[in-house]
């Protein structure tokens, strides 16, 4: 996910944005005071990262609004489907969970409301932590519901390790809390709500990886969906290596390949540029192979030691005794996650979790 204190994505919230909320607002509540609103929203803006903003917004819409909350609720509810942005319209979850801590029934069903706009995946998180019980059986029904936005929200909004915010320890300990809810969308339709259950999974990895392990392994992968969420569930643990989580993709066994003619085009980059990596798996068998083949980059640190980092390449049936050539281009740039040094880097191509092939690029000073 994106850093938050993106120059690029705080400007989802500029001056224009909450002018344009200002004026939808005026429509669905005549006596809204836009001009405070704005001059509260845009007092020190430039200051503020995107989620700062975000909670901006929600904050100034309460001090200007001369109502309680269940009547702010339903302006705001006219408010939402005029909002061009899903994701400004998270600024109204914000206020559920800013203001109605103590409307558990009323601001439960607003989240279930705003999420069709954007996502409630935030907000929904206070009352996770607050009233633990309650609000986990209610997000385990809203994942039986028709809606796919309300049942991406059922397992995004109990993600143990959701990026931008805190993390829910009681699940990160016992997995098996948010289990039902899990299981209620294995096999989801949609592939918004297959990707915040693969990405509920993977979270999970992290601390229990055998848990996700027995889980998946109970599964049946006939289903496509299934099968999809458990490929992306099991991402972390194949980048590793471990043997049960690529014997479930049909890939556990020891490759019989050789990985034959490894270049790195060019070999000696500046920082911005391109290198594309190309090799290919050559068969030593007669019988085909289920391979899945990644890559790793030892980048180097500011103190000269080097850091691996795994990258996703392909999954393959390869017959026997053929011979599959690969390539792949990376942009070697500046990210908010990572700071690139000179040096040499080294590249080492992965089968089946074994490292099989090396080579390496350098990035000039």
């Not at 069709?116 to 206070?126: K, L």
């Not at 209610?138 to 796919?148: K, P």
């Given at each position: 996910m994106a850093?938050?204190?993106?120059?690029?994505?705080?400007?989802?919230?500029?001056?224009?944005?909450?002018?344009?909320?200002?004026?939808?607002?005026?429509?669905?509540?005549?006596?809204?005071?836009?001009?405070?609103?704005?001059?509260?929203?845009?007092?020190?803006?430039?200051?503020?990262?995107?989620?700062?903003?975000?909670?901006?917004?929600?904050?100034?819409?309460?001090?200007?609004?001369?109502?309680?909350?269940?009547?702010?609720?339903?302006?705001?509810?006219?408010?939402?489907?005029?909002?061009?942005?899903?994701?400004?319209?998270?600024?109204?979850?914000?206020?559920?969970?800013?203001?109605?801590?103590?409307?558990?029934?009323?601001?439960?069903?607003?989240?279930?409301?705003?999420?069709?706009?954007?996502?409630?995946?935030?907000?929904?998180?206070?009352?996770?932590?607050?009233?633990?019980?309650?609000?986990?059986?209610?997000?385990?029904?809203?994942?039986?519901?028709?809606?796919?936005?309300?049942?991406?929200?059922?397992?995004?909004?109990?993600?143990?390790?959701?990026?931008?915010?805190?993390?829910?320890?009681?699940?990160?300990?016992?997995?098996?809390?948010?289990?039902?809810?899990?299981?209620?969308?294995?096999?989801?339709?949609?592939?918004?709500?297959?990707?915040?259950?693969?990405?509920?999974?993977?979270?999970?990895?992290?601390?229990?990886?055998?848990?996700?392990?027995?889980?998946?392994?109970?599964?049946?992968?006939?289903?496509?969906?299934?099968?999809?969420?458990?490929?992306?569930?099991?991402?972390?643990?194949?980048?590793?290596?471990?043997?049960?989580?690529?014997?479930?993709?049909?890939?556990?066994?020891?490759?019989?390949?050789?990985?034959?003619?490894?270049?790195?085009?060019?070999?000696?980059?500046?920082?911005?540029?391109?290198?594309?990596?190309?090799?290919?798996?050559?068969?030593?068998?007669?019988?085909?192979?289920?391979?899945?083949?990644?890559?790793?980059?030892?980048?180097?640190?500011?103190?000269?030691?080097?850091?691996?980092?795994?990258?996703?390449?392909?999954?393959?049936?390869?017959?026997?005794?053929?011979?599959?050539?690969?390539?792949?281009?990376?942009?070697?740039?500046?990210?908010?996650?990572?700071?690139?040094?000179?040096?040499?880097?080294?590249?080492?191509?992965?089968?089946?979790?074994?490292?099989?092939?090396?080579?390496?690029?350098?990035i000039l000073?």
């Amino acid at each position: 996910m994106a850093d938050p204190s993106s120059p690029a994505l705080k400007e989802i919230f500029n001056a224009e944005r909450l002018e344009h909320i200002a004026i939808k607002m005026t429509a669905v509540y005549p006596d809204f005071d836009a001009k405070a609103f704005l001059k509260l929203a845009k007092a020190g803006l430039a200051d503020l990262s995107v989620m700062q903003r975000m909670a901006r917004v929600s904050e100034c819409l309460h001090a200007v609004l001369p109502l309680d909350y269940e009547a702010s609720l339903e302006m705001l509810r006219a408010l939402a489907p005029r909002l061009n942005s899903g994701f400004v319209s998270m600024c109204l979850p914000h206020y559920v969970a800013t203001y109605g801590a103590d409307r558990f029934e009323l601001s439960m069903e607003a989240l279930k409301y705003f999420t069709v706009f954007g996502s409630s995946e935030f907000a929904v998180r206070p009352f996770l932590r607050n009233d633990f019980e309650r609000s986990l059986q209610l997000m385990h029904d809203w994942s039986l519901d028709d809606n796919e936005h309300v049942r991406r929200l059922a397992s995004e909004g109990c993600r143990p390790r959701l990026p931008w915010s805190f993390r829910l320890e009681r699940i990160q300990a016992d997995p098996n809390l948010a289990a039902s809810i899990l299981d209620n969308l294995k096999a989801d339709t949609s592939l918004y709500v297959r990707k915040s259950v693969a990405n509920h999974l993977n979270d999970i990895t992290k601390a229990h990886p055998e848990w996700v392990l027995d889980l998946i392994e109970g599964w049946s992968l006939d289903n496509k969906h299934t099968a999809w969420i458990a490929r992306h569930a099991l991402r972390s643990l194949i980048k590793q290596g471990n043997q049960r989580a690529l014997a479930i993709m049909g890939a556990g066994g020891k490759p019989e390949v050789e990985i034959i003619d490894v270049q790195v085009n060019p070999p000696v980059i500046g920082l911005g540029e391109k290198i594309t990596l190309s090799f290919a798996v050559k068969s030593t068998v007669e019988a085909s192979q289920r391979l899945v083949i990644d890559y790793a980059i030892d980048y180097v640190k500011a103190n000269g030691s080097t850091s691996a980092k795994v990258f996703k390449l392909k999954a393959l049936t390869l017959p026997g005794n053929a011979t599959e050539s690969i390539a792949r281009s990376q942009h070697i740039k500046a990210l908010t996650t990572r700071r690139h040094y000179a040096g040499t880097h080294a590249v080492h191509i992965m089968v089946n979790g074994e490292r099989l092939a090396s080579t390496a690029f350098e990035i000039l000073p």
